[in-house]
């Protein structure tokens, strides 16, 4: 009886301890995951075969979206030369190879010139010719149907800051969104699958490139109204002394309220070295840039990206750059979370952990 007894005082004992080891709190927090893929382009530090392989191989571990941003083959396009030749001899392979690692891939067909918006693409200079040209509106229309076609990439840009284009060459804007449009409907005719969008400069969106006040896009929904994705351009040290001055909503408010679109980040970043003296110096150290990294997850994660693309995943050595190097590209030369020699910069280790969340 006493034995019974005891049983019983241990088992009314043990039950609750029981519980409590199965219910003894709230649940733990969900692990962190990511709607965005992520990635890079296969831009090198220096223009060499050895390095542009050498760079794809180190973040094609770290990425699952790959971006090819290219001007158009401008030259060869406008002599006569078969866009589906060109591009099986200077892209299926690469895209092959992306494919082969999991990832999707974003093609994006810059129309001007992308490091001086307020100019021609560099290509149609070099050959006195121009976006306006019926001529080259149609080269540009036969090489996005043959993008869509061999590389069948999944989401297709047909400009690329659109807005930054319109404020920087009028001139040169309407010919931009006429060839966009007539590329779009093209597409459309062909049954292209891609997922077709043009970037915006969302700093000029935010008037943080011109008069400070917020502009928006809407001129850029209406003009280019077949998008389906809004592209984002983000350069946010063109604007904010550090990452954690950037507004909770700097990507949401981009948005329509009553016809919202899917958002990719598709070229960004910010540096890990200033660059220039006097009052427009940008001013950056590498701890400033490793805490770019989880302030851009989070407004990333605001607005449920599709993708975030860093352009460059090196530094560019501008002693080796093929003369002439651009007079604006040092702007830029420093955001790569590996250095021009490889070595890997605080920034990358918070990339990383970001890659490693399971996708949502």
Known sequence: MKRRSALRALAALAAPAGLAACNGGPDPPPAPTRTWRMGFSNLPPRVTLNDVMHTIELWSTRGDLAAMHDE????????G??????????KLGLAEYYRGKGMQLMFMTDLTDGLDRGQEAPGLRALGRSLAEPAVQQALRSWVLAVSRLLKPEYLGLAAETNLIRAAAPSVYPAVRQTANDAAADLRAAGSS??????????VAWGRRGNGVFAGIATDRADFAFMQMIGLSSYPYLGYAQPEDLPADYYSRLQSPNSPLPMMLCEGGWPSQGVGSGPGAIQSTPALQARYVPRIAALLDGVAARGWIQLTFTDIDLAEWPPPVPPNLATFATLGFVDAQYAAKPALAQWDALFARPRA
Not at 72 to 77: G, Y
């Open 72 to 79: 158009p083959p401008w030259a060869e396009l406008l002599a």
């Open 81 to 90: 030369a078969s866009p589906e030749a060109i591009l099986q001899r200077d």
């Open 194 to 203: 891609a997922v077709l969008f043009v970037s915006v400069q969302v700093e």
